[in-house]
């Protein structure tokens, strides 16, 4: 061969190209695995590979690359879903997700920091709709409320016993969980207070606690973001004895005193006993 | 640092998966193999872009990555090449129909030529296909390589006497 003809030869081989079947499911497979490695550590996407389907026939390993992209991009739904908020469509992927986690892992201290993170994760999300829905002073009360989260999950997780711990810490997350369900439905202010008010009556039309019913009550006519927030809290806490503390709340304001239903000697007064009950 | 997203990723698989399939495709010799190592040379390039930012000469830079992962194959599964022939034969019948391929090339040739590219040491395969075939410049070649201009030029002539002898012509 001559060596314009060896050159035109190999010119030539410039047209040999890919199926052109394998080189999109070879996209899709390659967003997929990125999509899934964005929410997690780096996973060794060729423990698929080609090579192990030799003994199919083409169609049948395009089956088999079919199938795998197709939990794979399962795989990118649930990446995509990881930076959604309450409300959205994507959102029970992200808590089905989370699930998931939770049944993998074993220990208890791990059990205990994941549901840490997973909580910390809601309240983040709670403070995230606020400041797309809410103005600025009503987020910023709402803040308040769960900076107070967010410290009672610091003071737990140093307690001793990690399932006592974590018990106390998804308690806080069911609390963020809620808040999250009105802002995720409401579209503005006047839809969150609604919502929050229907959450608030919902719960008092179950809960027997004389005192937590005045108290929420009080709380509600309030009228504001603030007042809101904490008949909300206090509704959540129906069950607990130690509300039946609080001071009847008509004692409140026009004389001059604290307002009962601010509700600080219930935080002050629970909190502490919550972290001690873990010792037995 | 510019960011490399994965839209600019998609971009480079669409510029470049049939190139870099081509040329693995002519050093392992069965599609199969191919196919797998041009999805693992992305997914490799794609860890080193997004992670590095993207880079200024990207298909040297993925002919890089597909030489590592070639070598990590060759690790792996050791340097045994066995041609698919009936790909080859599907493969050079579609080539004889398609527009591109030029008049002077002949089926039967071709087929010769892509096994004796297979039996070449990497560099001289390597550096072939990339000036012949995928038609690139020499500095692109000696990027992509790692070496000089001239070294790449040397390797160029010595690996073109090598295809020559592989073929029976010296």
Not at chain 2, 105 to 126: G, H, I, M
Request: charged residues 25%; aromatic residues 6%; negative net charge.
């Amino acid at each position: 061969m001559q060596n314009q003809a060896l050159l035109n030869n190999l010119k030539a081989l410039h047209a040999i190209s890919p199926n052109q079947e394998w080189a999109d499911l070879a996209r899709m497979n390659l967003m997929a695995t990125i999509a899934a490695e964005q929410v997690q550590a780096p996973a060794p996407f060729f423990s698929f590979s080609f090579s192990q389907f030799s003994a199919f026939t083409t169609g049948m390993r395009y089956a088999a690359m079919a199938s795998f992209t197709l939990v794979m991009m399962m795989g990118g739904v649930v990446a995509a879903s990881q930076n959604s908020l309450p409300g959205s469509p994507l959102y029970p992927v992200k808590l089905a997700s989370e699930s998931v986690q939770g049944v993998v892992r074993f220990g208890a201290q791990e059990n205990t920091n994941l549901s840490t993170a997973i909580a910390k994760r809601r309240i983040a999300e709670v403070s995230q709709l606020a400041s797309n829905k809410l103005s600025t002073e009503e987020a910023a009360s709402l803040q308040v409320q769960l900076d107070e989260y967010n410290q009672l999950i610091a003071e737990v997780s140093d307690a001793e016993n990690p399932e006592e711990a974590k018990t106390k810490v998804e308690e806080v997350e069911e609390k963020a969980i809620a808040l999250g369900a009105v802002l995720g439905s409401a579209t503005d202010s006047e839809g969150f207070a609604a919502g929050m008010k229907a959450a608030v009556e919902d719960r008092m039309a179950t809960c027997s606690n004389e005192s937590v019913k005045v108290s929420v009550a009080a709380a509600l006519e309030l009228g504001t973001t603030e007042g809101l927030v904490e008949a909300n809290e206090l509704s959540l806490r129906c069950d607990e004895a130690v509300v039946e503390e609080i001071p009847a709340p008509e004692a409140g304001g026009e004389e001059g005193e604290p307002a009962p239903v601010e509700g600080e000697p219930v935080v002050e007064e629970s909190a502490p006993e919550e972290v001690a009950a873990p010792q037995e | 640092m510019p960011s490399f997203s994965q839209n600019d990723f998609i971009e480079l698989y669409d510029s470049y998966h049939a190139a870099l399939y081509r040329f693995l495709l002519l050093r392992v010799g069965r599609v199969e193999t191919a196919q797998d190592l041009t999805s693992e040379t992305f997914l490799k390039a794609w860890r080193s872009l997004s992670k590095n930012g993207p880079v200024a000469h990207p298909q040297a830079y993925l002919y890089r990555i597909a030489t590592t992962t070639l070598a990590d194959h060759y690790k792996k599964n050791g340097r045994e090449v066995s041609v698919d022939e009936e790909f080859l034969a599907s493969s050079l019948d579609n080539m004889a129909k398609s527009a591109t391929i030029n008049d002077f090339a002949d089926p039967v040739e071709l087929a010769r030529v892509s096994r004796a590219l297979t039996r070449l040491p990497d560099d001289y395969a390597v550096v072939i296909t990339l000036r012949y075939i995928e038609d690139l410049a020499h500095g692109e070649i000696a990027e992509a390589m790692e070496r000089s201009e001239g070294a790449v030029r040397v390797l160029l002539t010595r690996a073109l006497k090598a295809l020559k002898e592989e073929l029976g012509e010296v």
